[in-house]
């Protein structure tokens, strides 16, 4: 995974350290022999996180469902 920032938005360097902090956390727990290994073990960890892990601040459920549901209510008139 790869953030982009232009260097000008100090909230854009918080979230790429929050997501580098709950990588090395709590996911990466041991260390990958190779590249590919590790970006396996990334993948996994954003599947993990977005997809199975409930979160408190979303009323313990996953971000994908929140996401899901946000986008599947009826659009304003239908």
């Known amino acids: 995974m790869q953030f982009n920032t232009d ?13 580098n902090g709950i990588l090395k956390n709590e996911f990466l727990l041991n260390k990958p022999k190779d590249l590919a290994e590790a ?4 993948k996994q960890s954003i599947h993990i996180y977005n997809g199975l892990r409930p979160h408190q ?3 313990y459920k996953t971000p994908d469902a929140v996401h899901q ?3 599947n209510q009826p659009k304003i008139g239908e």
């Open 7 to 19: 260097g000008y938005d100090c909230y854009q360097n918080a979230l790429a350290e929050r997501v």
């Open 39 to 42: 970006r396996k073990m990334v």
């Open 57 to 59: 601040s979303l009323k």
């Open 69 to 71: 549901a946000f986008f």
